[in-house]
T-cell receptor, first 115, second 114 residues
Framework: AQTVTQSQPEMSVQEAETVTLSCTYD???????LFWYKQPPSRQMILVIR??????QNATENRFSVNFQKAAKSFSLKISDSQLGDTAMYFC????????????FGAGTRLTVKP | DSGVTQTPKHLITATGQRVTLRCSPR?????VYWYQQSLDQGLQFLIQ???????AKGNILERFSAQQFPDLHSELNLSSLELGDSALYFC?????????????FGPGTRLLVL
């Protein structure tokens, strides 16, 4: 079974600085997707970024980028130029390819961006 | 706004009761996923439907059931409710089912069982 671990329950960063959120996962699968979702106080789940395991190049979406280390089963999220609106819970998620699209989430990291 | 709608937004009921949560996927999306977010269990995948058929099952209790109708909207039925069923229930949709597509989440239905 796949497990996703986020070892940082809470983090804080000053506005305009950079922060990295950690995520590790355990799987025997070779083909899968990894995601970072953001959940602001409104509780809406918002996709931040996703990474296909077969791609070596790290995904980037504007100020958000990932460091995907497949051998180490690590998938960290870097937020550059942090903004107050980045304050939210961030969930790392794993989904294997195939018929059973069981998505597994980490416990989340609560990020606070301070002015 | 993701384009996924869920009703009702809030639901308060008593133990032993049955409720139905409704989800309308984004226009054109064929897959619907249901998730439960609770304080003790975190975010859990419950079940997925694709074009009316069950495609994948996660940690869904036997007291829970779901279906997807011909117009692609989906309903999650929760019966014999217990206090521990209190949670935020999300629906998400995607175009297909193979995991290649982004899942777009609805705003959720907050269920409180008293």
């Amino acid at each position: 079974a796949q497990t996703v671990t986020q070892s940082q329950p809470e983090m804080s960063v000053q506005e305009a600085e950079t922060v990295t959120l950690s995520c590790t996962y355990d799987t025997s699968e070779n083909n899968y997707y990894l995601f970072w979702y953001k959940q602001p106080p409104s509780r809406q789940m918002i996709l931040v970024i996703r990474q296909e395991a077969y791609k070596q190049q790290n995904a980037t979406e504007n100020r958000f980028s990932v460091n995907f280390q497949k051998a180490a089963k690590s998938f960290s999220l870097k937020i550059s130029d942090s903004q107050l609106g980045d304050t939210a819970m961030y969930f790392c998620a794993f989904m294997k390819l195939g018929n059973n699209n069981d998505m597994r989430f980490g416990a989340g990291t609560r990020l606070t961006v301070k002015p | 706004d993701s384009g996924v709608t869920q009703t009702p937004k809030h639901l308060i009921t008593a133990t032993g009761q049955r409720v139905t949560l409704r989800c309308s996927p984004r226009s054109g999306d064929l897959s619907v996923y249901w998730y439960q977010q609770s304080l003790d269990q975190g975010l859990q995948f419950l079940i997925q439907y694709y074009n009316g058929e069950e495609r994948a099952k996660g940690n869904i209790l036997e007291r829970f059931s779901a279906q997807q109708f011909p117009d692609l909207h989906s309903e999650l039925n929760l019966s014999s409710l217990e206090l521990g069923d209190s949670a935020l229930y999300f629906c998400a949709s995607s175009l297909m089912w193979a995991g290649k597509e982004t899942q777009y989440f609805g705003p959720g239905t907050r269920l409180l069982v008293l």
